[in-house]
């Protein structure tokens, strides 16, 4: 199943998303929420990643992210004990709709509750990412894992989402920054954010927001590529809890070296 979701998120990019790219009239995007865009391009791909995944396990249910929009009660259905499909027809819809990258498609697969596979497809740089529980994490077919040695907090680099923490959190990180190599402003596109630490391009990345079709995929991706994905607390991810706070890295070394200079109270101001 692996490939056959591959092939369905490309053939769902070239036929719903990119003839749309650059292209978009005022009429096809508009505000769900305040500064929460959707466009025409999100629900078509959402429907046709819908008919596609559900044809592919009969008998299993979607939860997309414009579906969720329109009815909130979908997210109970991330507690079903049978198969769940977790999607995000375009990850970084401000992106796409402003006509620049990064924008990716994401989705992930759920049994019992818990994630079992993953995909991320970037379909401007043509990079794929998947992932299956116990089977590791590939992208465009190369097996990742973190890296050997693990830099010190000096050399770490990584986006973090510091203005949306609450005063005292927000404080606390914004002198701990000093720590670190780099502590970027991020690009608007949670699953770029993860190809990159998968690519080694950056160590970490930290988000307020946590929503399930944003983070499911990456986290899974991330987990079977030695990295960690959990929230403040040091708790994994788990999609159906709802809370905001969410800490991912390369290695287990770098979450905590991260999680100490930015969030810890002991971290020096």
């Given at each position: 199943?692996?490939?056959?979701?591959?092939?369905?998120?490309?053939?769902?990019?070239?036929?719903?998303?990119?003839?749309?790219?650059?292209?978009?009239?005022?009429?096809?995007?508009?505000?769900?929420?305040?500064?929460?865009?959707?466009?025409?391009?999100?629900?078509?791909?959402?429907?046709?990643?819908?008919?596609?995944?559900?044809?592919?396990?009969?008998?299993?249910?979607?939860?997309?992210?414009?579906?969720?929009?329109?009815?909130?009660?979908?997210?109970?259905?991330?507690?079903?004990?049978?198969?769940?499909?977790?999607?995000?027809?375009?990850?970084?819809?401000?992106?796409?709709?402003?006509?620049?990258?990064?924008?990716?498609?994401?989705?992930?697969l759920l049994r019992g509750g818990a994630p079992v596979a993953g995909w991320i497809y970037d379909p401007i740089?043509?990079?794929?990412?998947?992932?299956?529980?116990?089977?590791?994490?590939?992208?465009?077919?190369?097996?990742?894992?973190?890296?050997?040695?693990?830099?010190?907090?000096?050399?770490?680099?990584?986006?973090?989402?510091i203005r949306f923490l609450s005063p005292e959190l927000r404080a606390r990180a914004a002198a701990g920054t000093?720590?670190?190599?780099?502590?970027?402003?991020?690009?608007?596109?949670?699953?770029?954010?993860?190809?990159?630490?998968l690519a080694g391009h950056q160590h970490f990345a930290l988000f307020w927001r946590a929503l399930p079709w944003?983070?499911?995929?990456?986290?899974?991706?991330?987990?079977?590529?030695?990295?960690?994905?959990?929230?403040?607390?040091?708790?994994?991810?788990?999609?159906?809890?709802?809370?905001?706070?969410?800490?991912?890295?390369?290695?287990?070394?770098?979450?905590?070296?991260?999680?100490?200079?930015?969030?810890?109270?002991?971290?020096?101001?």
């Amino acid at each position: 199943m692996i490939d056959e979701v591959a092939a369905l998120l490309r053939d769902v990019a070239a036929t719903a998303v990119l003839p749309l790219f650059g292209g978009l009239s005022e009429t096809d995007v508009r505000e769900k929420a305040p500064g929460d865009l959707v466009t025409v391009a999100d629900r078509r791909a959402e429907e046709l990643l819908t008919e596609g995944l559900t044809r592919l396990l009969p008998g299993s249910v979607v939860v997309g992210e414009e579906a969720v929009a329109d009815d909130p009660s979908r997210l109970g259905l991330l507690r079903d004990t049978g198969d769940v499909w977790i999607v995000d027809p375009i990850d970084g819809t401000g992106n796409f709709a402003a006509g620049h990258p990064p924008f990716v498609l994401m989705v992930a697969l759920l049994r019992g509750g818990a994630p079992v596979a993953g995909w991320i497809y970037d379909p401007i740089a043509g990079t794929l990412a998947v992932t299956e529980a116990g089977a590791g994490t590939y992208v465009d077919g190369l097996r990742m894992g973190p890296p050997q040695p693990p830099p010190g907090p000096a050399a770490l680099r990584g986006p973090a989402m510091i203005r949306f923490l609450s005063p005292e959190l927000r404080a606390r990180a914004a002198a701990g920054t000093r720590r670190l190599g780099a502590v970027l402003a991020g690009q608007h596109c949670a699953g770029r954010e993860y190809l990159d630490i998968l690519a080694g391009h950056q160590h970490f990345a930290l988000f307020w927001r946590a929503l399930p079709w944003d983070h499911t995929p990456g986290a899974l991706l991330l987990r079977e590529a030695g990295g960690v994905a959990a929230r403040f607390d040091g708790t994994p991810y788990d999609p159906a809890d709802d809370r905001s706070g969410l800490l991912v890295a390369a290695s287990d070394e770098i979450w905590h070296a991260v999680h100490t200079a930015l969030l810890s109270a002991e971290s020096p101001t």
